[in-house]
């Protein structure tokens, strides 16, 4: 096991309590690992690709419908770059050992990465569902207001509205810190997340919990989705 990431053998019960039984099978985890670092060197590098070929076409003059899409396409190649650099932090534990018995998070490296993992976790699952609707917002606006189009899509408002999902969803992915729940690692999903059950000892508290910061962000976003292709589908 390398000793950055996971725990010594004989690490205490506490500092594992927040983990179920979980049977350790080393040569699953570490293909699973070498996997995910493939993925991830593939999704940086293809998202980069991405970042720069939409950055070159938003300097020539094109539409404003696809100028938005462009835009809105950049960010999301921007937090699938992000999100593939967690998986970076995933494949390290898998191929370290640290399922066996958890990180040590007593290492303040492995304590930073595993909270900075843990936010851009949150944070880029829900701004990539985000920028997805508002690419589909724009398809909507150009089919259903084809006349209000060039007045409705300007690059001031993509921008604003980009800026303002971004700022939404860190506050969200941020919002745990103010009650108390720190971001820790699991060993069935092998990635930190929130564990409220230090914190929120009542059933309802910890739905009220899920359904702002989860159920709200996620399920939201695809809500408008099948909402703007059904009339886009009836204008057709």
Request: proline letters at 3%; one cysteine or more.
């Amino acid at each position: 096991m390398d000793p950055t990431f996971a725990l010594p053998v004989n690490a205490s019960d506490a500092s594992v309590s927040n983990n179920l039984e979980y049977s350790y099978n080393p040569g699953l985890d570490k293909a699973l690992g070498s996997t995910l670092l493939i993925f991830s060197a593939l999704g940086i590098s293809f998202n980069l690709i991405v970042l720069f070929a939409v950055r070159a076409v938003t300097k020539r003059n094109c539409s404003k419908a696809r100028l938005a899409s462009s835009l809105f396409i950049f960010n999301l190649s921007l937090s699938d770059v992000l999100y593939s650099g967690v998986l970076v932090f995933s494949a390290a534990t898998l191929l370290s050992g640290a399922r066996a018995s958890g990180i040590n998070e007593d290492n303040l490296l492995v304590f930073v990465l595993c909270n900075l993992t843990g936010v851009l976790f949150n944070l880029t699952v829900r701004s990539s569902l985000w920028f997805l609707t508002m690419l589909t917002l724009v398809r909507y606006i150009v089919v259903i207001h084809p006349l209000r189009a060039p007045h409705l899509i300007t690059k001031y408002r993509v921008k604003v509205t980009a800026a303002i999902i971004w700022s939404v969803l860190l506050l969200l992915a941020l919002a745990p810190y103010t009650v108390g729940v720190q971001y820790r690692y699991s060993r069935h999903v092998a990635v930190c997340i929130w564990f409220m059950e230090d914190k929120f000892t009542l059933i309802k508290e910890r739905i009220c919990f899920h359904f702002f910061l989860i159920v709200v962000p996620i399920f939201v976003p695809g809500i408008l989705v099948i909402a703007f292709y059904l009339q886009i589908v009836y204008k057709v």
